[in-house]
């Protein structure tokens, strides 16, 4: 057990003018390999609830709390969870229609936390309850609005509706 004594991703990027482009990627790679780990166990974690607020930085690197919505995933199985888990902002839609889903469900999280973290505004931010729910519910993805096409091509294929077009 470790104490972080370090803010929430939400306040460390609301609070900060600029963030440096090679911290943000360094945030992306440790992300990266947390989720590489968590999906690689044996049986799978799947985490179910990232959102900024469970992220803490502290001397510039990424910290992962909360575990308490996480779940032992079976193998080479799809299974219907607990629907609505996690917070909307982030939230995959398969799990906000309460559909079956798998590990790529953290995948699309993990996409919105890239999404704010190299975009610096929140997933969603402008778009009231009702629109992030019909966002949901409708076959569209997000527009990634990003300079860094690199990046964009990643964010992008993190947070694509279709569960299959996923990265692994």
């Given at each position: 057990?470790?104490?972080?004594?370090?803010?929430?991703?939400?306040?460390?990027?609301?609070?900060?003018?600029?963030?440096?482009?090679n911290?943000?990627?360094?945030?992306?790679?440790?992300?990266?390999?947390?989720?590489?780990?968590?999906?690689?166990?044996?049986?799978?974690?799947?985490?179910?609830d990232?959102?900024?607020?469970?992220?803490?930085?502290?001397?510039?690197?990424?910290?992962?709390?909360?575990?308490?919505?996480?779940?032992?995933?079976?193998?080479?199985?799809?299974?219907?969870?607990?629907?609505?888990?996690?917070?909307?902002?982030?939230?995959?839609?398969?799990?906000?229609?309460?559909?079956?889903?798998?590990?790529?469900?953290?995948?699309?999280?993990?996409?919105?936390?890239?999404?704010?973290?190299?975009?610096?505004?929140?997933?969603?931010?402008?778009?009231?309850?009702q629109?992030?729910?019909?966002?949901?519910?409708?076959?569209?993805?997000?527009?990634?609005?990003?300079?860094?096409?690199f990046?964009?091509?990643?964010?992008?294929?993190?947070?694509?509706?279709?569960?299959?077009?996923?990265?692994?």
């Amino acid at each position: 057990l470790q104490k972080i004594n370090g803010p929430n991703l939400r306040d460390f990027i609301n609070n900060k003018k600029i963030i440096r482009s090679n911290l943000k990627i360094k945030f992306m790679n440790q992300l990266v390999s947390i989720f590489n780990f968590l999906h690689n166990c044996n049986p799978p974690i799947i985490y179910r609830d990232l959102k900024a607020e469970n992220i803490l930085v502290e001397n510039n690197n990424i910290f992962l709390t909360d575990f308490g919505l996480s779940k032992f995933y079976p193998e080479n199985e799809n299974f219907k969870m607990t629907g609505n888990t996690g917070t909307l902002r982030y939230m995959a839609p398969e799990v906000f229609n309460k559909k079956n889903y798998n590990l790529k469900a953290d995948i699309y999280s993990l996409g919105m936390i890239l999404y704010f973290i190299f975009k610096g505004q929140l997933p969603f931010n402008e778009m009231n309850r009702q629109m992030v729910i019909d966002y949901m519910e409708n076959d569209k993805n997000m527009l990634v609005d990003l300079n860094d096409n690199f990046i964009k091509k990643i964010i992008e294929k993190c947070i694509d509706k279709n569960i299959n077009n996923r990265h692994d």
